[in-house]
């Protein structure tokens, strides 16, 4: 990151000197939110109605999350998400597929565009947001001829497992969240493919020379990020019962933007899976909060908007992004 | 062959084979209506391109300008059914004053914020679109005045507007960009940005200056496009952002800042046409036009990278 010294160093000064988490802040929002209206917003069946919001968005998080730790970014799982959906859906209602062959097919799709990411980049020093800004557009486009730019509906019991049934009172989305968490968590701390990944967002050059084969972990990033916008992918299309080449747009944004409130710098080298976690809980909160205002989607995108550049902004004034 | 000449000549190059190609396969594709038509087509990604080629020289980029065409034209399009002059004058001053504000935003945001220019411009894309929907949710403005319908649709002398708008566009950049202050001054930034600023140069002002021209161009190729179109609504040019990208990658702006031109960004634009132009003669699905922008850019990248590695 580039440093201008100017007027922002007494609040930088100030930041560094008050011992604020900004995600404390955000979670303090969010309650002071809740506050405001506790008659909708804080009972049991809403509370349940964010916790499955918040499984795809919190899947998708992780894999915005891998890129971000190693100071790079994947702005192409939104439309991964889509491309996913409409293979699942398109295998299921017009080859008529079982569902677990569509789904291994769909989660094959998302690691292809994900290793064409992750090849790239890890062979090339190019900015990640410009080969991911092409591979967007590239999954686009195939999600739009698969689908043939409609929605492919699959409204059959089979496809929407995922949306809708529970196993022992949890539904199985959630159930495959929880999973998706304590895989990765396990690789985040206590595998040493997670200890590189942070190795390689401290600092990448010190990475390389203590050994470590940055080009290989790259490549995984991207690739687990496109599986896992594959997986979300067809979460979202079998909670809907159809997909659609459009159902995934903007959700690499989302992910960004949980990613930063759970703490994650776009700097590098920090972020944890579960702090994340409570990133994306906050965002499908705020999103529900908003929601239940009555704000439309269009002014949702302006706050979220505002919110992801306000945190990165405290974040790199507080120094916690000057690595 | 050094790399200059490299340079300058693989883009020419490339379109040549492009256009003798399309000739050989498509009769038709080197008839006069056609290529005015090719022209047409890129005249709106030139004028966006170019604001787009000053952001990128200062090692920048802007996401957001697709955004900022939707809101500023509906913003401004009520002003353009009456036909008045003052309204005329009201709906120009809106777009073109919205367009540079948004775009003085985003430079001041990147800046001062020291937040990195994609996610700035990112988070401008998603907030700018919104309010485009939430000031005009559903609504389409149609039945321009043909005064106003004479940007998009008119010509000069058997040119047509747009194309005379691009071309004025592009002279006038490209002077700027490299016979004037100002324009050493973006170049110096992108190259080099601590020995710019050591050397005196205002970092905070030459940045504001990039993105809030690539607001204004994006304002003014948002009234052409509703112009031609005769309707302005919230969700329209989305594809903006990535071909006027697309423009300056294939163009030999460097993402990394400090290379490339106006004119080269305009070569790209062109490259860019009559790709598409081609894939439409050869009957190949719109659905594949995303895809061939999108290997474009990354095409265009690695090779931008290639070029710097044998230079040094």
Redesign the interface.
Known sequence: ????A?P?GRLKRALAVVPVDIYAIVLLGAIFWAACDPGTFLTSGNFMNIMEQCTILAVISIASLLPIITKG?DLSLGSIMSFAGVVAAYLVRNQEWGMAPACLAAVAAGAGVGMINGF?ISR????P???T??????A???A??VS??RTISANTPSFRWLGGETVGGVPYSVALMLAVYLVFDALMRKRRLGGYIYAIGGNETAARLSGIDVRLVKFLTYTFGGVLAAVAGVMLASRLGSANPGYGD?FE?YG?ASAVVGGAS?AGGTGSVWRMFAGSFIISALRNGLNMAGL???????V???I??GI??LD??GGRGEK | MNRAFLDRFSRILALVLIVVLLAATKPNFLGVRNLLNILNQASLNVIVAVGMTFTMLIAG?DLSVGSILALTSVMAARFFQTGGVSDMIAGFAVALGLGTFLGVLNGA?I??????A???T???M??A??????FN?GVIYNNFDGKFLFLGKGDVLGVPTPVAIAALVLGLFGLILAKTTMGRRVYMVGAN?SSARYSGIS??RTTIFAYALSGLLAALAGLVYISRLNAAEAIIGEHFN?MA?AAA?IGGVS?NGGSGSVFGTVLGALILTIIMNGMNLHGI?T?????A???A??LA??LD?RAMRAEV
């Open positions: 990151m580039k440093s201008v100017g922002e970014v790239i090339n020093n190019v900015a947001f410009i080969i800004l092409g591979t967007m557009n590239i686009k486009s195939l739009m001829v043939n730019s903007g944004f960004i776009m439309p989607v269009s002014l949702q995108m302006i979220l908007g505002l992801i550049v990165v902004t790199t004034m | 980029i945001a800046v001062h914020l020291r937040v990195p994609f996610l700035v990112f988070g401008m998603q907030a679109r919104g309010f485009a929907y939430l949710s940005y970092i905070g990535l990208i990658a993402f699905p659905q594949y036009q995303n895809l922008t999108g290997a850019i990354i990248v690695l990278r």
